[in-house]
């Protein structure tokens, strides 16, 4: 009976041993009923008049390190106390990361790959909480760059001048791109020398008479980049920078930029430098600027160029030899369709060769880059458009690297028309090679290299697992790197 009652009511036989049991009494406790425990009326909850704000700084600081870029942002400008501890957790985290302050908000660079770079921010809504960021923690950011229109810019300016002086160690100032002109007046309010800047990239910028002066208000630059800049007064910009390094120049003709003869003499008062970045409009006689450049400057080591439909149009057919350059970049425009043209220079010594946006890798193109029998370190990347078709390196092209660059040791190549056999015969070929990054374009998806990581994924290369890290997941580009002995 007790059994179908247990079953009926839906209790356990072990629930009904434990409930029959005594139930102990207290030895002055007459009363047959069990005890309960009785709730005093007399306890009270005390009441905290503390609030975060009253929180030590210690404290904060433990608080704030789980807080991301953007909830640390608005902590360190909500509340003046907040300030010290959310300013030192900030500079922990993102203090030697790149800001950016742009006409659709913040964000923090969290990669150092430039080419595929990771941004993580939030947008801004209120035009003034750009200067209240500034204000809160200008002083804990080295690398800033400011993307903002030219009346937003002004706002900002003093608050940049005030607070981000002593902490700046890079410095990039530029229109929006979609902004309908250059910023106006920039460093218009200066007063006092960035001391600690050693980078200053200057894009769509106008310096007037007053803030021309980019050597006394830098003195301590090792990289300049003037791009489609125009200024007051040029002869204040063209002077000595004691330690400069990387000069950098660029953009549309204009009265106010930097004209050719005032770029020599810029390179003339800085021998110096060892890397040059070029990006002039071609006209087809830019053989006789790398000429003249070659003899200002013999023992240049890093050379970036671009190239346009008109570039190289016009010259002697007397290439120019430079004898110290190891590093050559190399952009090309999206219109530059040169066929079997290639670069009139020479380079006896280059170790380096990055070729960016190459709409037809020819036959020339290819004898051009394994003449450079030293070369160490190799980037072969062609447009990589939806809708347009492009000579891309082949088979037989990465076969070629193999056999005559022997000391090969890292390669980027887009390998869209490559497959994964040669891939793996490449490598077992180039005993020197450390690193080999694999580009491709989404678009041509019957492609041997796609269709094989997309069936049998990174899988494919397991026959090289014991020499090679191969990558768990499929990313574009696709990176493997010889394994330590």
């Avoid at 769509?204 to 300049?224: D, E, I």
Wanted: net charge positive; aromatic share 10%; with cysteine.
């Amino acid at each position: 009976m007790a059994g179908e009652i247990v079953q009926l009511s839906g209790i356990t036989p072990k629930l009904v041993q434990v409930i029959s049991k005594p139930v102990r009494k207290r030895d002055n406790d007459d009363s047959d009923l069990p005890n309960k425990r009785r709730k005093s009326t007399d306890d009270k909850i005390p009441g905290c008049s503390t609030k975060i704000t009253d929180v030590i700084d210690d404290c904060l600081e433990v608080i704030f390190g789980h807080l991301q870029f953007k909830d640390l942002s608005c902590a360190a400008i909500a509340h003046e106390h907040f300030r010290v501890a959310a300013g030192l957790i900030f500079g922990r985290k993102y203090g030697q990361k790149e800001i950016r302050l742009m006409s659709d908000g913040i964000t923090v660079f969290h990669d150092d790959n430039h080419k595929h770079s990771v941004y993580h921010g939030f947008s801004v809504k209120k035009p003034s909480y750009y200067m209240e960021f500034l204000q809160s923690l200008g002083g804990r950011i080295s690398k800033l760059n400011i993307g903002l229109g030219n009346g937003l810019y002004k706002t900002i300016e003093p608050t940049l001048l005030k607070t981000c002086v002593d902490s700046l160690v890079e410095l990039t100032l530029h229109y929006p791109h979609l902004g309908p002109s250059k910023l106006l007046d920039v460093f218009a309010g200066i007063k006092k020398p960035f001391p600690n800047v050693v980078k200053l990239c200057l894009h769509g910028c106008h310096l007037n008479k007053q803030a021309s002066r980019l050597g006394v208000w830098f003195p301590k630059l090792q990289r300049l980049t003037i791009f489609d800049s125009t200024f007051g007064d040029a002869k204040l910009v063209v002077t000595k920078y004691p330690l400069l390094e990387h000069f950098s120049v660029g953009g549309w003709k204009d009265e106010n930029t930097l004209t050719q003869s005032q770029i020599y003499a810029m390179l003339r008062l800085n021998p110096q430098i060892h890397s040059l970045d070029i990006g002039l409009a071609a006209d087809g006689y830019e053989l006789d600027i790398y000429r003249r450049i070659n003899k200002i400057l013999p023992q240049l080591q890093n050379l970036n160029l671009c190239w346009e439909m008109n570039s190289f149009k016009q010259h002697d057919g007397k290439k120019v030899t430079f004898k110290n350059v190891k590093s050559l970049v190399l952009d090309f425009g999206f219109n530059s369709f040169s066929g079997a043209r290639v670069l009139p220079l020479v380079f006896s010594q280059l170790t380096e060769l990055e070729i960016n946006n190459i709409p037809l890798l020819t036959g020339d193109w290819m004898d051009f880059i394994v003449q450079h029998k030293a070369l160490t370190k190799l980037s072969v990347l062609p447009f990589n458009e939806y809708e347009f078709y492009f000579d891309r390196p082949n088979n037989q092209d990465l076969m070629r690297l193999g056999k005559e660059l022997s000391n090969l040791n890292t390669l980027t190549i887009d390998a869209t028309e490559i497959s994964t056999i040669c891939l793996l015969q490449f490598m077992q070929m180039s005993k020197t090679l450390t690193e080999l990054r694999l580009h491709w374009n989404d678009c041509y998806a019957f492609t041997s290299f796609h269709h094989d990581l997309l069936q049998h994924g990174p899988g494919i290369f397991a026959q090289i697992r014991d020499h090679w890290h191969i990558p768990p997941k499929i990313t574009n580009p696709f990176v493997l790197k010889r394994k330590a002995d």
